[in-house]
């Protein structure tokens, strides 16, 4: 019994390190530049519908293809901030939410007709099924290599946004963006390496997302629930908050799914509601 | 001190500035020089268009008419940020610190807008406000307002300005810390940086300007040596009765 419980509680946690990676483009942008992007998780959809056309196409592996891709999400990310995201954050709260809600559905409609309906999944080759055999665990590869990756993201991002200079400039801008303009900072070039800064993040969710889960061309508003759920729960602007977020989420699905397979999302947002009641502030909060 | 020559072309040259604000007109067609290492003081009442010449200067206002020139180039329309980095620094009313940041961190947006030659150094920033070497890691937020604006004054120094504009740098603060950032500002420009001071505390602004002009409601009402004019002039054309 407390074995099994154990195993799921390893589970959970491994789980929960691909929930931060979701969650780590939408930390950077509302706990940072203080707007919610509607189309968080369509974009890592897309991104994952990305890999896999370029990883069949150059027969590549699909991690080989995440490297390629990280530059062009960089890109991306920048240009969509330069030419749309930047005419509509402001003091009206209510535009970014509309215009990145009209894109999530031109993202999954645009899905729909380049690819179709079906299910599709990535594949690492080997390593999706390779295991390790630690302490009377059998843990899959993949999850430990995920997880590991989370917490080295979250450091990496942390230490870009708190100790390295461009850091320095993305909170000066989300402290005061007039300031920023009236000395010389330009909010507009600052917010757009900010979510050149998120689009990589979206890659890197999308590949790993990809290996660990089926997804479709309409899957992308359930990552961004789960997403929401893992920065509430970790609080506004915290990374370390958002890793610790993905954790308690992916062990409470991993617990709920174990007592009911119907119960595995439920528990999870049960979870959430209980903890955003006792702690609407989340776990780990940075204001 | 270098006063404006016709031989030597001034370090700024505004001529004929409208500033416009939607329908408001905070400016009309005001002529202002600065020379190179000069200090010169713009003076006059509250809504007079003191900040928006600076603002005007820096392109942060809505709309200007007029000619704007910095080191012999046009700088009106430019972007702020190109303006910054060809060495106007700002020193904002209100100082405008970004408050999540420490100290340093301030400091050191100074250096990235600004020109990056071999100006000033962090570390002279901190021999001139040595305070500021004990807290450089604490947020700017837990500063006095006279600290504050001491980060404010470092942040602009490390831009590696020829020209700096202060927006009522004295605002709020003691009268000792204003003397202190008083006797600060002849250092700054000793070392050949011209000062654009705007303030509402006439006295003290004259006393150590070479040149000053006075606005009242958009215009230059007066304008010269403050050595020219008495106490009464001067006070006359400040108020407009």
Not at chain 1, 38 to 53: K, M, Q
Not at chain 2, 143 to 153: D, I, K, T, Y
């Amino acid at each position: 019994m407390i074995v099994t419980y154990l195993n799921l509680i390893i589970q959970g946690v491994l789980l929960g390190g691909l929930y931060a990676i979701f969650a780590l483009g939408l930390s950077l942008s509302v706990g940072v530049m203080r707007f919610v992007n509607i189309a968080h998780g369509d974009f890592i959809v897309l991104v994952s519908f990305l890999l896999l056309t370029v990883a069949t196409a150059l027969h590549i592996n699909v991690l080989l293809a995440l490297v390629l891709m990280i530059p062009v999400a960089f890109g991306g990310g920048w240009l969509l901030q330069r030419v749309l995201l930047q005419r509509v954050i402001g003091p009206n709260v209510l535009l970014p939410l509309l215009v990145t809600f009209g894109l999530s559905i031109i993202v999954q409609n645009g899905l729909l007709q380049g690819f179709g309906a079906d299910t599709r999944t990535l594949s690492a080759g080997s390593l999706d099924t390779a295991s390790l055999h630690i302490g009377g665990f059998y843990v899959g590869l993949l999850p430990v290599l995920t997880f590991a990756l989370a917490v080295a993201l979250v450091v990496g991002f942390d230490w870009l946004l708190y100790r390295s200079r461009i850091g320095a400039s993305i909170r000066a801008v989300a402290d005061d963006v007039a300031a920023a303009d009236l000395i010389g900072l330009s909010s507009v070039r600052v917010y757009a390496i900010a979510m050149g800064i998120v689009g990589v993040t979206v890659a890197i969710a999308a590949c790993f997302m990809g290996l660990r889960m089926n997804f479709d061309a309409t899957s992308g508003p359930s990552r961004l629930l789960v997403a929401f759920e893992v920065v509430v729960l970790g609080g506004l602007g915290s990374l370390r908050g958002t890793l610790l977020g993905g954790i308690i989420l992916g062990i409470a699905q991993t617990i709920g799914g174990q007592i009911d397979g119907a119960w595995q999302v439920l528990a999870g947002h049960l979870v959430f509601l209980l903890i955003f009641l006792l702690r609407p502030q989340g776990l780990l909060p940075r204001y | 001190m270098a006063v404006t020559s016709s031989a030597e072309a001034p370090l700024l040259s505004i001529e004929g500035l409208s500033v416009y604000y939607q329908q408001f007109r905070a400016l009309h067609g005001i002529d202002i020089a600065v020379g190179q290492g000069e200090i010169v003081s713009i003076i006059g009442a509250n809504g007079a268009g003191k900040s928006s010449l600076l603002k005007a200067i820096v392109s942060q206002v809505d709309r200007i008419e007029g000619r704007i020139q910095f080191a012999g180039a046009d700088i009106a329309n430019q972007p702020t940020p190109a303006i910054v980095a060809s060495g106007i620094a700002l020193v904002p009313e209100g100082r405008r610190l970004f408050p999540s940041l420490t100290v340093e961190e301030n400091l050191e947006i100074g250096w990235q807008t600004g020109r990056k030659g071999s100006g000033v150094k962090l570390n002279e920033v901190f021999d001139l406000f040595p305070v500021l070497r004990e807290k450089r890691r604490q947020p700017a937020w837990q500063l006095s307002g006279g600290q504050q604006q001491m980060v404010a004054l470092g942040r602009a120094l490390l831009a590696d300005p020829r020209l700096l504009l202060c927006d009522e740098i004295s605002l709020g603060l003691a009268p000792t810390i204003v003397n202190d950032l008083y006797t600060l500002l002849l250092s700054i420009n000793q070392r050949g940086i011209g000062i654009v001071l705007v303030e509402q505390d006439i006295r003290r602004s004259l006393a150590i300007a070479n040149r000053f002009y006075c606005l009242l409601e958009g215009r230059i009402s007066l304008s010269g040596k403050p050595s020219d004019f008495d106490r009464d002039t001067i006070t006359r054309h400040y108020f407009g009765s």
